[in-house]
């Protein structure tokens, strides 16, 4: 019993690190990140205007359909244990995001962004893919991943040196990461698929989006 008390903190350690950086809430930290290194933005009224409505539409609406999902008896659990449940989830998801890009991309001020939200819809698209095929990559990983592969192309045609941000979310990224298998959710084959997902999505992206935007 003591032995279990003396580590328990680790535990809770890693549930507070799931939920502070779950995946639900990884565009909106991104955005705002993003609006604070850009040297051609501050604060305005389209800048709130868009983070209102990614805080309805990409963290207030997927959690309603979660809760429906839950009490309509098509996921048993919100953590969304089984490949089944994530893939009910993620049609969801690909739907919030592809609204999303579409009103990105209305938004010239806001084009540096698109490339984001399109690599965000591809690997969801990926990962459903996946758990259609029984298959479970860390979602947690995935955003991740993403955001990393993200800042580094878009620092890197901005001229920015961005380092210093890009070593803290590393960091940040192993304790997240570390978190999710040591709660048992994944195992390192799946963090790292969704690590690859992340990045390889992120980089479709920016090419898709330098020729045809």
Same mark, same amino acid.
């Given at each position: 019993?003591?032995?279990?008390?003396?580590?328990?903190?680790?535990?809770?350690?890693?549930?507070?690190?799931?939920?502070?950086?779950?995946?639900? &809430?990884?565009?909106?930290?991104? $955005?705002?990140?993003?609006?604070? @290194?850009?040297? !051609?933005?501050?604060?305005? #009224?389209? +800048?709130?205007?868009?983070?209102?409505?990614? @805080? =309805?539409?990409? +963290?207030?609406?997927?959690?309603?359909?979660?809760?429906?999902?839950?009490?309509?008896?098509?996921?048993?659990?919100?953590?969304?244990?089984?490949s089944?449940?994530?893939?009910?989830? #993620?049609? $969801?998801?690909?739907?919030?995001y592809?609204?999303?890009?579409?009103?990105i991309?209305?938004?010239?001020?806001? =084009?540096? @962004?698109?490339?984001?939200?399109?690599?965000?819809?591809? #690997?969801?698209?990926? %990962?459903?893919?996946l !758990?259609?095929? !029984?298959?479970?990559?860390?979602?947690?990983?995935?955003?991740?991943?993403?955001?990393?592969?993200?800042?580094?192309?878009?620092s890197?045609?901005?001229?920015? !040196?961005?380092?210093?941000?890009?070593?803290?979310?590393?960091? =940040?990224?192993?304790?997240?990461?570390? %978190?999710?298998?040591y709660?048992?959710?994944?195992?390192?084959?799946? =963090?790292?698929?969704?690590?690859?997902?992340? +990045?390889?999505?992120?980089f479709?992206?920016?090419?898709?989006?330098?020729?045809? &935007?």
């Open positions: 019993m003591k032995e279990v008390k003396k580590y328990a903190w680790k535990e809770y350690f890693a549930m507070f690190l799931s939920v502070l950086f779950h995946p639900l &809430f990884i565009p909106l930290y991104t $955005v705002t990140l993003y609006f604070f @290194l850009s040297p !051609n933005f501050f604060l305005s #009224s389209n +800048i709130k205007f868009l983070e209102i409505y990614l @805080l =309805i539409v990409s +963290i207030v609406i997927p959690l309603l359909f979660l809760l429906t999902f839950r009490y309509s008896g098509f996921i048993k659990s919100g953590v969304l244990k089984t089944k449940e994530r893939l009910y989830f #993620s049609f $969801v998801m690909f739907t919030v592809f609204i999303l890009t579409q009103k991309a209305s938004f010239h001020i806001f =084009i540096e @962004l698109l490339p984001f939200f399109i690599g965000i819809s591809l #690997s969801v698209l990926f %990962a459903g893919v !758990n259609f095929f !029984n298959k479970k990559p860390s979602l947690h990983a995935m955003a991740f991943g993403g955001v990393l592969s993200f800042l580094m192309i878009w890197y045609y901005s001229r920015l !040196n961005i380092l210093w941000v890009l070593i803290i979310i590393i960091f =940040i990224t192993s304790l997240v990461l570390a %978190a999710r298998v709660l048992e959710a994944h195992e390192p084959k799946e =963090i790292l698929t969704g690590l690859l997902i992340g +990045i390889f999505t992120q479709i992206a920016f090419w898709f989006s330098y020729f045809f &935007f």
